[in-house]
Every structure is written in structure tokens, then in C-alpha cells.
């Protein structure tokens, strides 16, 4: 079956712009993440989704970042007056419930550069 | 908090040689562990896991086992190839919250040559 998808794949923009990146997970999976990893680093912990509901947001830097879920399928993460510090690779993950036994498949990811 | 460090890459080594990557962890609950490898290209995947004390991982040749006395989760192959070629991370999520975020180590360059 289908994995998870991210669209783009690939983002380039001007500082102050602001970004929108999708995030479609495997169908009937209610559990979605949104991790961001920095070159030469591990996937960092971004948010979460429970189905629709957004049950953790403790890893979004600071108010420009913010995510929705609003069906609890496809995911948008939003950037918004972006800085270059923003540029990494943002990756969606999805699992079929959120126990911590389930694997999270996650998605190619989306590179962000901001310039 | 919670945490994993593993070794850093990159790793080099000659096709058929014996693989570890060192990977322990810090934690208040009880963790399940996981590596996912990265190749070239590619997305993450995840490769083996493990979820209570003494579970052994196994998968394409690579295990990993849970020893709660020392955190650690060190991965191993008896003989590696080119196509394992990849980055490599640890991470850990703990059961006990209702996120179970992943919390990866920095990753490690695993290069082998012919």
C-alpha cells in the first residue's frame, strides 16, 4: 500500500516568506508526527496528532510554527516570517495507534532552505 | 530528560567485517527501543526494535538487544556488505507518556568498502 507521502519534496524560499508543508499519512493511521532534523543531526520532535486533536506541541520552537489536522487525515505544518535558521529537513511520521510498541513509518520528508 | 547518544561515524569497514554501533540511553520510564537506518536517497526506516528488558531486535542480519542494567541497545552485524551502507539511528520512546514521541540519537555514518 501507499507510504506516507510529504509534499514538496523539496522548498526554497526567501526570508519573511512564509511555507506551508504537507504531510498525507498512511490511511487509518491515527497517529501523526512532525519531527524536524538538522544536518548531521537526529529527527527532532516537533508536534502530534491524535486523530483531529493536537495532544502535544512541545517541541515547536516558538509561535510561528504551527500544524494542523483539521479532518485527522492530511497534516499541514506552517511556517510562517521564516528565518534561515528554519532551513532542515521536516519529516511527517505516522503510526496506527500511539502506543510506544507501534512503529512510526515515516515519510520522505520535505527540505526546506531558506535564504 | 529523556536521551540517546550513540557513537560517531563514520564508521568505515571492509565488506564481511563484524559491525557495532554503540547506542545508550536516559530515561525515567521504561523505553521501548528502536534503530532506523537512513540510506542514500532514502527516507528513514525502521529496522529493528525492541520493547521490554532482554528483547532481542533481529532484522536482515542486524540485532540489537534491550540490557535495562547498562541502557544500552548496541547494534551488531556479523558480516557487513556495501549495501548496508547507510546512517544509522538509536532512539527511544517512552511508553509511559501518551505521546510516544521518538527522541533519536545523532545517527552514524556506517561507509563499507569492497
Known amino acids: 500500500g501507499a507510504g506516507v507521502s510529504q509534499s514538496p519534496r523539496y522548498k526554497v524560499t526567501k526570508r519573511g516568506q512564509d511555507v506551508a508543508l504537507r504531510c498525507d499519512p498512511i490511511?487509518?493511521?491515527?497517529?501523526l508526527y512532525w519531527y524536524r532534523q538538522a544536518l548531521g543531526q537526529g529527527p527532532e520532535f516537533l508536534t502530534y496528532?491524535?486523530?483531529?486533536?493536537?495532544?502535544?506541541k512541545s517541541g515547536l520552537p516558538n509561535d510561528r510554527f504551527s500544524a494542523e489536522r483539521p479532518e485527522g487525515s492530511i497534516s499541514t505544518l506552517t511556517i510562517q516570517r521564516t528565518e534561515q535558521r528554519d532551513s532542515a529537513m521536516y519529516r511527517c511520521a505516522s503510526s496506527v495507534a500511539s502506543g510506544g510498541t507501534y512503529e512510526q513509518y515515516f515519510g520522505p520528508g520535505t527540505r526546506l532552505t531558506v535564504t | 530528560g529523556d536521551s540517546v547518544t550513540q557513537m560517531e561515524g563514520p564508521v568505515t569497514l571492509s565488506e564481511e567485517a563484524f559491525l557495532t554501533i554503540n547506542c545508550t540511553y536516559t530515561?525515567?520510564?521504561?523505553?521501548?527501543l528502536f534503530w532506523y537506518v537512513q540510506y542514500p536517497g532514502e527516507g528513514l526506516q525502521l529496522l529493528l526494535k525492541?520493547?521490554?528488558?532482554?528483547d532481542k531486535g533481529s532484522n536482515k542480519g542486524f540485532e540489537a538487544t534491550y540490557r535495562k542494567e547498562t541502557t544500552s541497545f548496541h547494534l551488531e552485524k556479523g558480516s557487513v556488505q556495501v549495501s548496508d551502507s547507510a546512517v544509522y539511528f538509536c532512539a527511544l520512546s517512552d511508553k509511559s507518556g501518551a505521546t510516544n514521541k521518538l527522541i533519536f540519537g545523532t545517527g552514524t555514518l556506517l561507509a563499507v568498502q569492497p
Open positions: 496528532f491524535n486523530y483531529e486533536a493536537q495532544q502535544d
Open positions: 525492541a520493547t521490554k528488558a532482554d
Open positions: 530515561a525515567t520510564g521504561y523505553p521501548s
Open positions: 490511511s487509518g493511521h491515527v497517529s
